[in-house]
């Protein structure tokens, strides 16, 4: 998972900026703690320039490498900058022997906005490329050592003018048929539009998106810019960031059909506009939630120049989400004069992970991290209060980007300010909690559901017949698979059409419990396990044909939130 948003993505076209409250086992460190085993003391920074380095996106490999990508700048012209981490921290010498690659094209100053990896491994970054006159979309794409790949336009790069003048591309996903997608914003006539690109897997522009491969969208008269952008399940295509209506900014997405149309299943005409407070609101980061809603995260002007972290959840058809703080829309503020989320990223279970900068102590820019439970409120499980703020080092930090491990671990990464700006990576323990209910009949050999989780037992369920007076026996297994020590409870089903479910811990019966809810498996270590057995016996009275699907759900006990659940399905014969 990765999300981030450049802080300095608006300051392009005149110059390059410059600038759990739970108590887990002692084994594990608290949820919002720097993560020691990583770098110094939880933090990474690398000098890859001459001068300047600025890390604006990170992404997080499937075998747990950490890749981050920004600019270079050499005293003259910045770069593409690209670095590749191991797990450790430690800079990745596979990745073109050193661990970091620059790629110039050829023009002015190069900068990178965000990244994907496809199917295959390779690295795909887009972001934009001063050259002449104006700012263009660009594209690069590695291979898995950090060499262009010249499979890809040819040489690796791609530019394309969208409108004539300046372009600057923000946000970039993959499409599941390998399609990639770019969003940003293009001079369109005086003011700036929402853009948006295609390209085939080739390097050039897919023509089956809208006609030429590019789109750009007027919200109004004044300018409107994509700061981030996101691809649903069902292919469409959501872009976010900001609108000027009147003399301010608010929150503004858009989303597209397949082919590049406006989507006017969403809120109408396929765009939606929301001010968040009073002052200027700009979204500089979006993401899809497992069932379908939008998250969008960025900044509030709370009065003069303060600012404070804002966030907005969308239903599927644009509508603001009320069970979200009530109306849709959460602020944050860190006690600070400035606070802006830059970056947005959804755990597993659906908790809201942002980061960004905080003027702390009203004298330095620090990275600072929140977390959300799913309605909306300050995770306080996270570090007390449910926000973090870290100084990296320098007298002015920031994170531009987040992503989530595998293992729950929370990845920041952006700069830090000494002598001048270096890439700045901070790494956050975070407990996750996941139970994984596997089933099986007394007869199988392995349990079905070792790694499937859901609500409705799809991919976990067994089935037997049984004559009338008869019993049919299963095992059922919870698992820990999170990172922490976690109980778990277990719910199953109570009798019905003439079959009686009986459940057993070992010797004793616990179907009371189990029925009941309030059956607990105890503390169970990351990767240790409870068995249950499950008896069904059908009354000699039941009916042929009678059925009961027993579903078993298992709930973790320190979160509430996480769950999985098998089936049995016993039939009369």
């Not at 109306?327 to 830059?342: E, H, L, N, P, Y």
């Not at 970056?343 to 900068?357: D, E, F, R």
């Not at 901070?426 to 392995?446: E, L, M, N």
Request: glycine fraction near 14%; include cysteine.
């Amino acid at each position: 998972m990765r999300i981030r948003r450049t802080t300095s993505a608006l300051l392009v076209l005149g110059t390059v900026v410059s600038m759990l409250g739970l108590g887990l086992a002692s084994a594990y460190a608290a949820d919002g703690d720097l993560d020691t085993t990583f770098g110094a003391g939880g933090i990474v920074t690398t000098s890859i320039g001459t001068v300047d380095d600025v890390a604006n996106i990170i992404a997080i490999q499937s075998d747990g490498k950490i890749a981050a990508a920004g600019r270079a700048y050499d005293g003259s012209q910045h770069d593409f900058m690209l670095a590749r981490y191991n797990t450790d921290g430690s800079l990745d010498t596979t990745f073109d022997g050193d661990g970091k690659v620059t790629t110039d094209f050829g023009a002015s100053h190069d900068i990178i906005s965000d990244m994907a990896f496809q199917s295959d491994g390779k690295i795909v970054v887009a972001g934009y490329s001063l050259g002449v006159p104006d700012w263009d979309f660009a594209l690069a794409r590695y291979n898995t050592d950090g060499s262009l790949d010249t499979t890809f336009d040819g040489d690796g790069k791609v530019t394309t003018d969208i409108g004539g003048s300046d372009d600057v591309a923000t946000g970039m996903a993959i499409q599941t048929n390998g399609k990639i997608v770019v969003a940003g914003y293009s001079s369109q006539g005086g003011s700036f539009d929402f853009a948006l690109a295609r390209y085939s897997t080739n390097g050039s522009l897919d023509t089956t998106f809208d006609g030429d491969g590019e789109v750009t969208t007027d919200f109004g008269p004044a300018d409107d810019a994509a700061m981030d952008m996101a691809i649903q399940s069902d292919g469409k295509i959501v872009a976010a960031g900001y609108s000027y209506v009147g003399a301010q900014r608010d929150f503004a997405l858009a989303r597209f059909n397949i082919d590049g149309s406006l989507d006017t299943t969403f809120d109408g005409d396929g765009e939606v506009t929301t001010a968040i407070g009073s002052g200027d609101d700009v979204a500089n980061s979006v993401a899809i939630q497992a069932n379908g809603r939008i998250v969008v995260a960025g900044r509030t002007g709370a009065g003069g120049s303060l600012l404070d972290y804002a966030l907005a959840r969308y239903n599927t058809d644009g509508s603001l989400d009320t069970t979200f703080d009530g109306d849709g829309k959460v602020t944050t503020d860190f006690d600070s004069d400035a606070d802006s989320a830059q970056g947005v990223a959804i755990q597993p279970n659906g908790k809201i992970v942002t980061a960004g900068y905080s003027y702390v102590g009203h004298a330095e820019y620090d990275f600072s991290l929140a977390r959300y439970n799913t309605n909306g409120s300050l995770d306080t499980s996270f570090d007390g209060d449910g926000k973090v703020t870290t100084d990296v080092g320098g007298s002015e930090d920031a994170s531009n980007s987040v992503a989530i491990q595998p293992d729950g671990k929370i990845v920041a990464v952006g700069y830090l300010w000494g002598v001048s700006y270096d890439l700045g990576m901070v790494r956050y323990d975070s407990a996750t909690h996941q139970p994984d209910a596997q089933i099986k009949t007394s007869s199988a050999a392995s349990y079905s559901g070792d790694g499937t989780y859901n609500l409705d037992a799809s991919g976990q369920s067994v089935a037997k017949k049984v004559k009338p007076g008869k019993i049919a026996t299963f095992g059922v297994r919870i698992q820990n698979d999170g990172n922490a020590d976690d109980p778990a409870t277990v719910l199953g089903c109570a009798k019905a059409s003439g079959l009686k479910p009986t459940y057993m811990d070992g010797a004793l019966s616990v179907t009371t419990q189990v029925v009941a809810g309030t059956y607990s498996t105890g503390s169970l270590a990351p990767g240790t396990t409870k068995d249950l057995t499950l008896k069904v016996k059908a009354r000699k009275t039941a009916a042929p044909g009678a059925s009961l699907a027993c579903l078993i759900t298992a709930t973790s006990q320190n979160e509430g939130v996480t769950k999985d659940a098998v089936k049995a399905t016993v039939t009369v014969k």
